[in-house]
């Protein structure tokens, strides 16, 4: 399985439920409940970000 | 939309087992979610039947009387909070020095998800919380909910841990141990879930 797709798999999982979340939000006019989403997303990208930047490291070294 | 919750936890399973079979093995994705599913069954049924702290809603899918969705969605965040804290840490926590800051991080990425899941359910009367407390997030969501995510994963990954430090197990030992633990799990996690809920009290009375 490609490297990247396998980091970004248990990031992805999370996503899809975002996704979801965010959509019903909108439909259900609860723009009161977006800001609930914005924590772990945020998290989630810090995360991402740094271990992205680990698989770059060792393949530049 | 209520269908379209419970499939995609159903996927989200599917998507992190995959996972986990290739960045650990079988034998790990069968320990870890098989006696998650213990978790998860032990803990519904003390949170939600005999201390009543909440209630279901119209769930589709349900396994002896508890919604499915629970039985995996507890084990999905622990692997979750595992993966991500091993990953900004760049250590992995089953194989690091016993004090460390895996805990706080998996910890607070329960308390996380817990913000947007509950948002989520909550828009679909799928969890009733019936706590006599004034402190709320939003709606009838209390202030204890993140908590309920935070120690129900650390107190998990905790007792994987511990039991695992054995070298050269059986994976069916250590299934079976770890299951056994968690009543012990559930039980540490409902006083910790009443010393919070003091907490909670004192400071917003």
Redesign the interface.
Known sequence: ?NKLL??Y??????D???G??II??LV?K?Y??LW??L??LI??L???N??VR?MYDDLVD | ?IW??EI??I??TV??V??AR??YNSSFVKVFWISGMMLGFLREVALGEMMKIYSYGDFHITLFGLPLIYLLFWT?IA??GL???N??L?REYLKAKPFGYHLPLIF??GV??S??????L??YDLIRWHLDSSSRL?GNTPLLAPFAYGWTVVLFIKGLKILSREPQQNWQILVLKLSLAQSIVVLIMAGLLLLSNLAIILVFS
Do not use: C
């Open positions: 399985m396998l980091i798999l248990p990031y992805g999982a999370i899809l439920m975002l979801i979340a019903s939000e259900n609860r009161d409940l609930a989403n924590p772990v998290w989630g810090v995360s991402l740094k271990q680990k | 939309m379209l919750i995609s936890i996927l989200v998507i992190l995959v996972h290739t960045a999905n692997y979750i993966v991500w804290s990953n900004f760049e607070m990425t996380l998800i913000f947007f899941f509950e948002a989520l909550s828009q939003w």
